[in-house]
T-cell receptor
Framework: DQQVKQNSPSLSVQEGRISILNCDYT??????FLWYKKYPAEGPTFLIS?????DKNEDGRFTVFLNKSAKHLSLHIVPSQPGDSAVYFC???????????????FGQGTILTVHP | KAGVTQTPRYLIKTRGQQVTLSCSPI?????VSWYQQTPGQGLQFLFE???????NKGNFPGRFSGRQFSNSRSEMNVSTLELGDSALYLC?????????????FGNGTRLTVT
């Protein structure tokens, strides 16, 4: 039972355009969500997070949107740069439900390719 | 500040053997989590330690075990290796368990079981 799903295995965009990565979850107990980026041969790197009390969080070029009723979150990267090419994972946990921040449930990842 | 260090980076073992992987968290970090990454299952939580105590365990068989030492360094052990244990094993640390302290991952240990 995959509780966090990233239905697009890959996404290709032009440099300077917007990249939108999507993530759906089924567990309504999840109340804290994160996005990680992973380059080959490296571990995931934290990008941005959002708590379920918010519907948007911004950090520079990265914005995460949360739609709790649809159990959907998205990561927007504007403008996209070739260096953003990597695998992006969304992750979720439920601290309010007693699950620690160290126990994350990850999606399968989306490979983003940004073309110059 | 040095990042999360995992040793060794690569390991080849034979089915039936056992293996120990090591993780040194970022200095000052007391929470350590372990994850397994495979092409089919993605990133899956193994276990989490905080102040030498296991706080959470994922849905893995008892062949997978871990521990944390007083200096926060952690090890995980897999006994009676199976071909399906071939994976990238990732360790992550954080200073405390809070939203302001997301996990910092190491570069992983690539285990191949033949």
């Amino acid at each position: 039972d995959q509780q966090v799903k990233q239905n697009s295995p890959s996404l290709s965009v032009q440099e300077g355009r917007i990249s939108i990565l999507n993530c759906d979850y089924t567990n309504s107990m999840f109340d804290y969500f994160l996005w990680y980026k992973k380059y080959p041969a490296e571990g995931p790197t934290f990008l941005i997070s959002i708590s379920s009390i918010k519907d948007k969080n911004e950090d520079g070029r990265f914005t995460v949107f949360l739609n709790k009723s649809a159990k959907h979150l998205s990561l927007h990267i504007v403008p996209s740069q070739p260096g953003d090419s990597a695998v992006y994972f969304c992750a979720a946990t439920s601290p309010a439900g007693g699950t620690s921040y160290g126990k994350l449930t990850f999606g399968q990842g989306t490979i983003l390719t940004v073309h110059p | 500040k040095a990042g999360v260090t995992q040793t060794p980076r690569y390991l080849i073992k034979t089915r039936g053997q056992q293996v120990t992987l090591s993780c040194s968290p970022i200095s000052g970090h007391r929470s350590v989590s372990w994850y397994q990454q495979t092409p089919g299952q993605g990133l899956q939580f193994l276990f989490e330690y905080f102040s030498e105590t296991q706080r959470n365990k994922g849905n893995f068989p008892g062949r997978f075990s871990g521990r944390q030492f007083s200096n926060s360094r952690s090890e995980m052990n897999v006994s009676t290796l199976e071909l399906g244990d071939s994976a990238l094993y990732l360790c992550a640390s954080s200073p405390i368990q809070s939203a302001s302290s997301p996990l910092h991952f190491g570069n992983g240990t690539r285990l191949t079981v033949t």
